[in-house]
């Protein structure tokens, strides 16, 4: 029990880690895309951008962590996966302020379909290494 606990901590951290060393990075990127005082930027290119790779970094960071948490529970199913994405819904709403606006929504639905996507491959994984075994 304690183990199956420790893998969605683990998960968790895992994704949030992911996610803010992405985040630092397309940051520095995107900052790097602006002009200076007399330049003009073009600010809706650069949010279109920011918004598409952030969206990218946050589905890759939930794969990983769910992966990460199905290797580590021992057992081979589904919910140790999708709790850790929920848990990743919760933090990403106590960041946001609760805030429920359709692009939040949007956002918790994807945090855990690829939650849902890190535990199937994860289980397909833990299947095969049991297979050859």
């Known amino acids: 029990m304690i183990r199956n606990f420790l893998s969605v901590v683990a998960g ?3 994704a949030s880690l992911l ?3 992405g985040g630092l990075i ?3 990127t995107q900052l790097n895309k602006i002009k200076g005082h007399g330049e003009e930027t073009d600010a809706e290119r650069i949010a279109s ?3 598409l790779f952030s969206i990218l970094i946050i589905v890759i960071a939930m794969i ?3 992966f990460v948490t199905v290797m580590i529970s021992t057992r081979k199913d589904l919910a140790h996966g999708l709790i850790a994405g929920l848990v990743c819904c919760l933090l990403f709403a106590y960041i946001t302020e609760f805030d ?3 692009d939040t ?3 918790y639905l994807i945090i855990m379909l690829a939650a849902a996507t890190g535990s199937f491959i994860g289980i397909r994984t833990k299947k095969k290494k ?4």
């Open 12 to 14: 968790v951290l895992t």
């Open 19 to 21: 996610f803010g060393i």
């Open 26 to 28: 397309l940051l520095l």
């Open 49 to 51: 951008s920011f918004t």
């Open 64 to 66: 990983t962590g769910a």
């Open 100 to 102: 429920m606006t359709t």
């Open 105 to 107: 929504i949007v956002l």
């Open 130 to 133: 049991q297979l050859q075994s």
